[in-house]
């Protein structure tokens, strides 16, 4: 039997429209919200507010660093956001820390020996004044911890005098406890990075608010990200590496490619950059209108869009795309890959198959390998913003028999309100087909669905959220359960998977996954699970990060690891040049067999 599904969008730009997926902390918050509304209040007045200096940019203008220049400004980076986040008085919204920031940078800079820059930092710090005796900072929490602060670095002796340690030392045991003016505590388990000024009118932001922009994301990185430690590298070496990069990146759109690189480093599928005129200039105002998908490192088109609305680019699905204008997919890929974030390559390699076929001409020349034969094809380009959308499926389409026994549904139409109606039609089939290579596109069906299969309460994931009480920790969550709903399905789940699966999509199927009769089928996905946290940084460069640890019952890591299936099954290329769907042909499979 062969089996027709079309499982992927066809456009799916990527630091753009990608890049504009909100995922599972978005839609958690938002459910949060429409839960407990809360009551207007007037919003205070922080100081740090009514700090009007710098409007038009920090002033600092510097194209090259000396190697003094730059072990200074590693210094104050890593100071500066301690302080940030640690000093009761920055917590307080008092100072607008970015506007200290552009005071202090010429002395920093100008500092020519170890002493002279810690004297100028500790006297820098003590401007805010002495932070009172903590009583509550040496109690341990009572969650338990997942991940204690990296402060190692409060004791280099290359970078800071006794004296400055001592005095940083200090700060640590006598840290901001409470609420705080740049890190907020929502309805979600994520951090929300607040009062971050956008500087938005600067596309191409001067030198020091380029050194802000690091210095702003590097600490974020240090103090909020969960999944710190699977990086894979020393996050402590990142800082040095890329300061000249950031100084001496000429344009706006260099600006916006080392963000890029420094966003790919910390390999999280949620870290993407949303769309600016500079980057879709840079990767293109028009696409051929055909989706590719990467299978064992080559570019195979995946489907061509036909439905009468454009003339059908002279492709065919099973087409392998070897170069695009006189440029070797190879090539194209080996350039790209440092700039196009994800958890893992196979994520990497989906967020950048959305953008091979763009350009900024509405012609382009592919060679290809049409059914093992070398092909030179021109296919037509359309504008990004004037393609007609795809017709949407007829709403029923969310599930329907894939025979009389078995039934099929997929996350990206199903509502929660079609659950009832979808198990009563299911009831006394032998099996169900759950297709999550989408975005879900109801949070609440999500929640509910896996209830459906449920006989008694399951425990399928477990947390970890920052403390704000010590910044850098991060604290185990009680585990989160699912609930039966009525009469349990009892045939046979498969959950169909791959690298497409992101976020809710991981969640959803982490779920599933607790269920009995569950099999999870395809391959590893994206492996950014969790909520969302925002991030601004000069230029009005948006992007965010999973600010939740997300982790099985037992302790098992998701990031960058994905959701590992029970069978792993990828596409080939010769089932897509036939048509079919070789994952959904095994779940039938392995129903039928029982």
Known sequence: MQLHVFIQPIFMPIFSRAGLLSGLGMLLSLAAQAQ???????????????DTAFQKGSGLVLSKLTAQQLENLTALGQVWGFVKYYHP?????????????????????????????????????????????????????????????????????????????????????????????????????????????????HTYP?????????????????????????????????????????????????????????????????????????????????????????????AVVLRVRQDGLLPRPPLEPGDILTHIDGVSVVDIVKQR??????????GQLRMLASDLLRGNTDQTQLQLLRAGKPLTVSAPRYLLDKLPPVRPQPADSAYRFLKPDIGYLTMAKTKQQQLPTIFRTFKNTKGLVVDIRNYPTDFSATQQLPGYFLTKPKAFAKFAKFDISYPGRFLRFSSKFLK??????????????????????????????????????????????????????????????????????DGRETQRIGIVPDVQLRPTVQGIREGRDELLEKALELIDKG
Not at 92 to 108: S, T, Y
Not at 210 to 234: D, H, S, T
Not at 337 to 346: D, Q, R, V, Y
């Open 89 to 201: 008085v920055v917590a307080a919204g008092q100072v607008d820390w970015d506007k200290e920031l552009f005071r202090v940078l010429p002395a920093a800079l100008a500092s020519r020996t170890t002493a002279e820059r810690s004297a100028l930092l500790g006297q820098w710090i003590a401007k805010l004044g002495p932070a009172a005796p903590c009583a509550t900072c040496a109690k341990r929490p009572a969650l338990p911890v997942r991940q204690e602060p990296d402060l190692v670095w409060l004791t280099d002796n290359r970078l800071y005098t006794a004296e400055l340690q001592q005095q940083l030392d200090y700060l640590k045991h006598n840290r901001n406890q409470g609420s705080h003016y740049y890190v907020a505590e929502g309805n979600v388990l994520s951090p929300g990075f607040t009062h971050e000024e956008a500087y938005a009118t």
């Open 337 to 346: 890959l440092p700039l196009t974030p994800g958890s893992n390559e196979a």
């Open 206 to 298: 001067d030198a020091g608010l380029r050194i802000l922009a690091l210095f702003r994301y590097w600490n974020m990185i240090q103090y909020f990200f969960p999944y710190k430690y699977a990086i894979g590298e020393n996050w402590q070496q990142v800082l040095p590496e890329f300061l000249p990069q950031f100084v001496e990146a000429p344009n706006a759109l260099q600006y916006r490619l080392v963000t890029l690189r420094l966003l790919a480093r910390i390999h999280d599928g949620h870290a993407t950059l949303n769309p600016d005129a500079t980057l879709d200039q840079y990767m293109g105002a028009y696409i051929v209108p055909a989706a590719v998908k990467f299978i064992d490192r080559q």
């Open 36 to 50: 407990t509304p809360a009551a207007p209040k007037e919003a205070p007045v922080y100081k740090a507010s009514l």
């Open 484 to 553: 039966p709903i009525g009469t349990p399905y009892t045939g046979k789940l498969i959950v169909l998977v791959d690298e497409t699966s992101i976020s809710l999509a991981e969640y959803t199927a982490m779920a599933l996954r607790a269920t009995p009769h569950a099999i999870i089928l395809g391959s590893p996905t994206a492996g950014a699970d969790g909520d969302v946290s925002r991030i601004v940084l000069p230029g009005n460069l948006v992007t965010r990060i999973s600010g939740t640890g997300v982790y099985y019952p």
